[in-house]
């Protein structure tokens, strides 16, 4: 199985914070990686796909970078809506897995 | 926009089948370019995934929970189902259904979740 290291697994930052999020594969899974939000006790919402496509809807704010192993989301002026837990999930290989989740919360 | 609803019993006695359904609307779930899978995330914990299928029928599973589960579709009612055997206390989670994207073979990611269902194993 791919395994997925997230980093931080938690977070604490201010409104309007510049934040990044790191992802990194167990073994290369080219751009096959996603990013979702997940609030408490919501399902979650996906953000990003292909690494680097922001899905339709998602704040500019957003965005990921990488491939191969390592990957980033970052946000670029945290807002309040945005303290939430954050998914990496990788689809390159069966079986999909996810990464751990960082938590973000305010300071 | 497409939308999803979990249903099925919120308690379910060890060793029995955990049987949940996850109806479709908004979409077809004969999509070429989609496909139907089932998550969960025990209270507290992170996201596990549990299987993928194709309307077609054609499913893989987790090797961790291969030998217990069983995904179905019925297209006549735009719905898919999974069943879990055999569950113990570990299985306790939320069970989510979700829809996944594809583009030229590809798996982009699952566009679409359900509300999500608390499904608790206990005797």
């Known amino acids: 199985d791919i395994q997925l290291t997230q980093s931080p697994s938690f977070l604490s930052a201010s409104v309007g914070d510049r934040v990044t999020i790191t992802c990194r594969a167990s073994?290369?899974?080219?751009?096959?990686l996603a990013w979702y939000q997940q609030k408490p006790g919501k399902a979650p919402k996906l953000l990003i796909y292909?690494?680097?496509t922001l899905q339709s809807g998602v704040p500019s704010r957003f965005s990921g970078s990488g491939s191969g192993t390592q990957f980033t989301l970052t946000i670029s002026s945290l807002q309040p809506e945005d303290f939430a837990t954050y998914y990496c999930?990788?689809?390159?290989?069966?079986?999909?897995?996810f990464g751990g989740g960082t938590k973000v919360e305010i300071k | 926009q497409v939308q999803l609803q979990e249903s099925g019993p919120g308690l379910v006695k060890t060793s029995e089948t955990l049987s949940l359904s996850c109806t479709v609307s908004?979409?077809?779930?004969?999509?070429?370019?989609?496909?139907w899978t089932w998550i969960r995330q025990p209270a507290g914990k992170g996201l596990e995934w549990i299987g993928r299928?194709?309307?077609?029928?054609?499913?893989n599973y987790s090797p961790s929970l291969k030998s217990r589960v069983t995904m179905s579709v019925d297209t006549s009612k735009n719905q898919f189902s999974l069943k879990l055997r055999s569950v113990t206390a570990a299985d306790t989670a939320v069970y989510y259904c979700?829809?996944?994207?594809?583009?030229?073979?590809?798996?982009?990611?699952?566009?679409?979740w359900g509300q999500g269902t608390l499904v608790t194993v206990s005797s």
């Open positions: 073994q290369d899974i080219s751009s096959s």
């Open positions: 292909t690494a680097s």
């Open positions: 999930h990788q689809l390159e290989n069966y079986p999909f897995t």
């Open positions: 908004g979409g077809s779930i004969s999509s070429n370019s989609n496909y």
């Open positions: 979700a829809r996944g994207v594809t583009e030229y073979g590809a798996y982009l990611s699952f566009d679409s």
């Open positions: 299928m194709y309307s077609s029928g054609s499913a």
